[in-house]
T-cell receptor, first 115, second 113 residues
Framework: AQSVTQLDSQVPVFEEAPVELRCNYSSSVSVYLFWYVQYPNQGLQLLLKYLSGSTLVKSINGFEAEFNKSQTSFHLRKPSVHISDTAEYFCAVSDRLGGADGLTFGKGTHLIIQP | EAGVAQSPRYKIIEKRQSVAFWCNPISGHATLYWYQQILGQGPKLLIQFQNNGVVDDSQLPKDRFSAERLKGVDSTLKIQPAKLEDSAVYLC???????????FGQGTRLTVV
């Protein structure tokens, strides 16, 4: 069985400040890790994923996440946030290599950007 | 490229009534997923189709929920009879196959009163 813990349900941060959204997982087998973003009134979108290789993965809009096997974490970071980053962020884990097979989601973290 | 279409966007029903949701995946996508997202929680997989066959329905409450994808394209999810705890957003997603990125629709928000 696998599970995901997102410790923070809500993270307020000022515009242009750095942010870290925490994600810890548990799994008895190999894992593949994902971050999804849900903007207001929109569907979930894949932000970035770790499947293998380099433990640091990056998105096109400045987010990055690092897979840390010893700490079973996959925290999401951005050095400088923008108002448009306001959204709900979901961490997910799967034990099957693929896009959405067998995904287990965390409860989500609401990122609130304050001007 | 058109995205995953879902209807209706919102639905309010009384408990013990029945309801159906419809999903039209991206053209050519063989894999289709239905997720339930209860307020304050992450999405939970209800059922997964590969073409018109069921791959995983282990978390589908089969006494009241049913889903079909008869021609391997559109899909419907039905709840009969609905309970208060079924209030949630029902998300449909599709992917080209089981190893590629899934694209999500905007969801149907169900309120059971």
């Amino acid at each position: 069985a696998q599970s995901v813990t997102q410790l923070d349900s809500q993270v307020p941060v000022f515009e242009e400040a750095p942010v870290e959204l925490r994600c810890n997982y548990s799994s008895s087998v190999s894992v593949y890790l994902f971050w999804y973003v849900q903007y207001p009134n929109q569907g979930l979108q894949l932000l970035l994923k770790y499947l293998s290789g380099s433990t640091l993965v990056k998105s096109i809009n400045g987010f990055e996440a690092e897979f840390n096997k010893s700490q079973t974490s996959f925290h999401l970071r951005k050095p400088s946030v923008h108002i448009s980053d306001t959204a709900e962020y979901f961490c997910a884990v799967s034990d099957r290599l693929g896009g959405a097979d067998g995904l287990t989601f965390g409860k989500g973290t609401h990122l609130i950007i304050q001007p | 490229e058109a995205g995953v279409a879902q209807s209706p966007r919102y639905k309010i029903i009384e408990k013990r009534q029945s309801v159906a949701f419809w999903c039209n995946p991206i053209s050519g996508h063989a894999t289709l997923y239905w997720y339930q997202q209860i307020l304050g929680q992450g999405p939970k997989l209800l059922i997964q189709f590969q073409n018109n066959g069921v791959v995983d329905d282990s978390q589908l409450p089969k006494d009241r929920f049913s889903a079909e994808r008869l021609k391997g394209v559109d899909s419907t999810l039905k709840i009969q009879p609905a309970k208060l705890e079924d209030s949630a957003v029902y998300l449909c997603a599709s992917s080209l196959d089981r190893s590629t990125e899934a694209f999500f629709g905007q969801g149907t928000r169900l309120t059971v009163v």
